[in-house]
């Protein structure tokens, strides 16, 4: 009875370890944006981390100005900018992107890139100091497809932030 039980049991547990990883939902709205150093107008990647898992965007150079917007500049994704999703091995820090030399750890367990989709950047000048501007970053019709083929449905990255630069 035990070895018909096994049996019976033995191709669940092989299907199981196949390998496959499925990603429900990227969910990175509540996460504050990051960057290396001081956010200026020559700011190109910037990051949010959320336990093992990275959102990586990096700006078409030209974005972020330190001047208030009459509309909404634009960016196609892919090709003007990037936007990553990485799923690692463990939880990263910002030294995982800012570091002069990489850590070896977490390791990149997958990456996603968007398909589709566009980067808005609507600035303003802060009315209380004058030397700063808001950049309001949204992210509109992104699809990520994995390297299946299979497109990413629960996606919640529609706000990315809000970056502050300050002219010099």
Known sequence: ????????????????????????????????????????????????????????LELQPGLLLNEASSDTLTSAVPGQSQLIYRLLSDQATTGYFCDPIPPVSP????????????????????????????HTIRLKGISFVNDSGERLTNLEVDEFGTLVTTAN
């Open 107 to 134: 390791t990149v367990v997958e990456e996603i890139l968007a398909a589709d989709g566009t980067v808005q950047v609507f600035t303003t000048r802060n009315p209380s100091d004058t030397t700063q501007f808001e």
């Open 1 to 56: 009875m035990k070895k018909r039980f096994f049996l019976l049991l033995l191709p669940g547990l092989w299907a199981c370890s196949a390998g496959v990883l499925e990603i429900d939902t990227i969910d990175f709205n509540q996460e504050s944006i990051q960057v290396c150093g001081n956010p200026s107008t020559a700011t190109e990647v910037l990051f949010k981390l959320k336990g093992p898992e990275t959102l990586i």
